[in-house]
């Protein structure tokens, strides 16, 4: 009898057994895709994710970073511990010998187009929600004018680049020229700017509003000529003047309103992409300005900050051009004596030397120096923004809580006039009082007379170290020239980019800028 | 087989017992071997039925009839017939069998056949062939014993380090390289759950048709652990205990304090500033002779019909860093139950093991190395930092005070259960239905503590730490079986179905800004960081499912024409809705030449058997999700006046994701000479993955990332393993064993294209900076690992590095004109085992080694040069050669070297003592050394590097010292 049961028992579980196919996989740790998109606000939120990816543009190897290495106002030069030479990457940077290979470059181009892959899946997102709601229209005209700014920057860059705006279309992309792509954003902007909200209310701070799509034409219609595109000085005053006149934004009364810790109140702030030392954890992310040019011990002992990487400072050249007297100088550089959070007076210990010395640094010292390393006493640091002494940054926390503003009233002022000087027009009431503020507060007589070289020098100590050095070295043609470190004058070919190499690999239909082959 | 067959005549020698009649009388005597040793549970079994084992003196008695015939067996010699006759201290001597090493078992995965009928190239190794010592895995043991197996382990001396293991090349690019290990049974399982003294015998399945009955899970071939099982007869108590020691091999040296106040004052005055004039060697101060205990009770015993082996192991092991131990504990029970008159069969595992150990911190002994000697230790007077002495420069760390000043401990717990039901269905001869049932988890925590005076923590005033996880693991197999012989026609086969779950889960914390150190990782909500919304934590959980049937049937005519062929249907939960499931066939063949009447003149050559096989298996060792689309939180962004959470996808999702497919061929020829004394092994394979799972870079947009988990591709490898043993001294008191392994394996990337994705070439192994290079290249139609590198021509009169066809501007050759420089693979990998007998001692020596092959020295690169003096220490070596000066590290052949070496990996001596002690039987006593020498050109610390992964040859910079290793033990028998 046993061996029946022994029989049942075995085909039960036999059955039991092969019953089991399900070879499904159940999600804990993430939200699957049928279950995300649930609500209109879920929806609407969604479109964050376009803007999370504004956050590297002031981060570690960005297009701040390499728009201040390639610029004259800041460098790189190898450091007093021997460090940051990394193979030669800072120089070739200063010598605009980009190689294809630059990691710098890299990470730049992944920004801008990880920027409009994410903005082209909002997209998508959006226009397939089956969600009607009352400011889809704007959040859809938000995220097309955030598109079309990646889109100036990738061709203000790179001039050919693959062009693609459907998620769905997973083919290798083409490229797309200045001349197409600056139809296209110049179309993309005014087919939405009637959706965006008009002026910067506290809900819309880092978001694109009105005033940014008329700077991003400003920027688009100054440069034309610098594209291959006729001069459109007249449309690029235009736009500026919208921005002047809707009377939204104003000067703010210090310089330093702009950068300090809590700068979200300045009423410059025009485009602003909000940082937070709370909010901001990857590094990917974070803008760590102080990291980059700020030494071990004046983090420490200055700011109460765990770690520096010492490696930026102002470029000598650039920091002998501020008039007497212009306090932008020493709001944008840290030099001379350095003092400790207590205000006294700090020493530092130097090579060859037993005994510490005072801590008082030259802003100004030899370029052989960029190749054989400066001394504890050369180079200033970059202080722009004013850096936390809270003592929330540390060695691995490094995301400062200052926005970085991308477009700020004083630069549309100063767009303003040289739209109006390039036109052949005389500067109006309107840019001659805004000049004239923009220089008292840096504590400068008035200039009643402007030209294009005084413009060019007042616009490079406003807007130091902002992310649009090279553009406007660009525009004035000073970017070929040579100065401190940099013996070469750059070839044509180098006011473009090189695609990365990396890029090129990946996308058969991309062609390499010439000279970079 | 023998076993087996032993098995059923014990049980029909059971039923008959109860028959037999009563004019029996006792036969008494002594079985021993023709070579002398004493056969302990040698069986003796009459024709009426009775049956006796000798015991541990050779002794039996036993009951039978007037001339009856009684077989005298045990495993290893021919069988003995005499007649009973009543006979008073009969000797008997078993001859040694002629063909024991053909009849070995040999485990071919859901189930077993002998080393003479087995088709496909599979190696099986015995606890006489591991090497002796002390071992903090089994895969130790491995090294340099299977032809085309190669065992790394790229961390030194950490006793907490883990194995590499690969077999026959890198066959997949970014999905698990490692071979499937089976413990007992259950797959997936993990070594370092097991004692490496409780292995029983270890079977390699390298080639597809042998691996391919495993499926998805085969592509990296199959390492089958048995453990020591239960065995009936006298309780059997073994106790096994070694202590060891170790000392420094190799690490990268330093300049010592007086060579870098020299250095400095010749080469670099300007910087005589750093010289604080102490005398400080930082690796001592971080490092002790480390000595280690290892201590193991076995006890087995038991009925026929029921009977249990228990273990119970103790170890504590020191690394060569202060605070580096960890200690293991391991208790494992197999029990082994026959029920139900002869129809069932029950086998249960149960092993719990525990280990707590204190991790090494690798950077400390970076920092060790990097430390400037003439910098002291401690400064009383600098009370903020603790009372050590510290600089302010970046990444710049008091080695001492981040030992001192760090607590951390990880506890990992593994429980392993296991049930085996074999349904013996007795009315059809041979067939049989094996249930099997497992159940494993492991629950992981890891705490760490900084205090305030932690070198990279300081101003965080404590930091605290806490992660755990648990996993646990399924696994039902049902497997129906029948194996019969019909004349001379042998038929084996397998019908099965398995399933395995895995979940995992985790989670872990970290808070700062503590008052007190006191709490360590005890009260971690104390800190403020907490409060000022700082601290983080985070968790996640995972599943995977895994569902296969299979099938095979072996059959084989009179042990000469030999036939495998299996199928099997394997379904993972990790592919795309649409492939989730994949055949996986596999046929072998073999013929036994010797075995033809025509063939028997040749009386020397005593086997020789051809083997043919080919077979397809799959990958599937990767995380799970990658088909789906999933959103996953993506930073904070600042919406409406307060920061709220984005969301993204996680990844690109890949729908179609498919199975890795692997198809290898392989013939092989098994010989043997004069009575096994003398043979070998050789094998050829070819073998070639396509639908190669990669990481393949994709345009951004239209994708959302730059990388997609996709099938693109092929690579091949192809390779010839040679292994010849012999026995080339027999006599009574000296016996010689040697086996040689030969192996070379040939890589070749076929392609790296499709016709969706065309672009197709890539860099790998990016060396960070300074040297900031990416080293090698994946080209279709090139090995993997191929370094390419400007050609360094020496140096200038500047003490600069000079290059082939560099710019006159920058010095530096365009990464387009570098050259090939050669691939990482070495062309030939050898293993040579030797082991003596003398009168009563045992010898064993093993060398290993391999030729040819390039390597990245990486500790040259960053440290072989004045660049950073003053700031940092570099090497020694750089003092061989001060012409080098250069500020700038250039990437160059300068730093790949040759990575041809030859090992003494082991010498062993043992000596054996027979007690006629009634407690204590035996006693063996051993010393060990492992790790003797290293021969080399290379400069680096070790030339056996990490060889797996798409990056191979390149020597990490772990900074922990290999280390030799003395280990004196004693095994006592009672």
Redesign the interface.
Known sequence: MKNIYLYILSALAFGMAVSCTNLDEEVYSYISQDNFFTSEEQVAIYAGRAYTSLQNWGSEQSWLTMDMLLGDEACAPINPEGAWNDNGRYKELQEHRIPTASKLNLMTWDFIFDGIAACNDVIYSLENSKFEFDGRARVLSEIRVLRAFFYYIAADGYDNVPFCIDKLDTSYPKPKDRSFLFGWIEQEVLENIENLADSRETNYYGRMTKGVANTLLAKLYINAPVWGQPAQYDKAAAAAKAVIESGTYALAENYKDNFIVHNETSPEAIFAIPYSTQYIESSDNAFCLFALTLSASIAKKKYSIGDGWYGYVGQPDFIQTYEEGDTRLTDTYLFGQMYDKEGREMTVSIKGAKDPVPYIIDPIFPEEDFVNGRTELEGAFLHKWEYQTDGLLTSYKISMENDIFVFRYADVILLYAEALLRDGKSLDGVALDGLKKIRERAGLEEITSWDLDKLYLERGHEMALEGWRRQDMIRFGTYQNTWWAKANRTPDYALLLPIPSEILNANPNLVQNEGYK | MQNIRKFILVLVACAAALAANAQTKTVTGKVSGSDGEILTGATLVTASGSYALTDIDGSFSIGAKDGEAVVVSYLGYDDYTFNAAGQQNLAVVLPLSANTVLDEAVAIGYGKTTKKEVTGSVVSLKADDFDKGSFTSPAGMLQGKVAGLTVTNPDGGDPNASFEIMLRGTNTLVAGQGPLIIIDGVAGADMRTINFQEVESIDVLKDGSAAAIYGTRGTNGVIIITTKRAKSGTTSVEYDGQVSVQTVAARATPLNAQQYTDVINEFR??????LYGADTDWFEAITRTPVSHKHSLAIAGGSEKFSHRTVLNVEQNQGLQKGNDSEKYLLKTNLHQEA?QG?LTLDYNLAYTKRKYTPANYSAFRQAFLRNPTEPIYDETNTDAGGYFT?????YYNPVAMLNEKEAYNDVDNFQGSIRAT?NILPIKGLK?D?FISYGNERYESREYLTKYYP?????KGVAYISNSYSSDVQ?E?TLQYSNTFGKHSVQGILG?T?QETNS?SASMENYGFDFDQFKTDNIGAGAALQ???A?MS???????Y?A?FGRVMYNYDEKYLASVSLRRD????FGAAN??GWFPAVSLGWRINKESWFEDAANLSDLKLRAGFGVTGNQDFS??K??????P????????K????????SNPNPNLAWERKNEFNVGVDFAFFGNRFGGTLDYYYRLTTNLLYNY??????????KMFTNVGSICNQGIELTLFGVPVQKENFEWNTTLTLANNTNKLISFTNEEF??????VGYMS??????SQRLIEGQSLGTFYAPIWTGVNKKGEDTLEGASQL?G?VK?EDWKKVGSAYPILTFGWSNSFKIWKFGVSATFRGQAGGKIFNTYRALYENT??L??TNILASWLNDTSFKG?????STKYIEDASFLKLDNISVSYDLKLKNEYLKKVRLYLTAQNIFCLTGYTGVDPEVSLSGIAPGIEGTSYYPRTRTFTFGATLTF
């Open positions: 005055p300007t910087a005589s500033g750093s139900v129809w600089i302010d420069a970046m990444d349904l239905w249930n990279s923590a300081l101003g965080q039902y049902s179905y399933f889960r000022e919304g700082l983080s968790s996640y959980r995972s599943m995977s499912r569902i049937f379904g993972s939960s990790k989730k499931w799970s999700y088909s789906l689309l999933l959103m996953d993506f930073s904070y962004y600042y919406y409406d006046g920061w709220v959470t984005s969301y993204a996808p996680a870079t994709v345009p951004v947009p239209p994708y959302d990332y730059s065309t672009a197709g070439e890539y860099k900076t300074p040297i900031g290079a990416y920058t530096k990464e660049s950073n003053g700031q500020k700038e590290v250039k990437y």
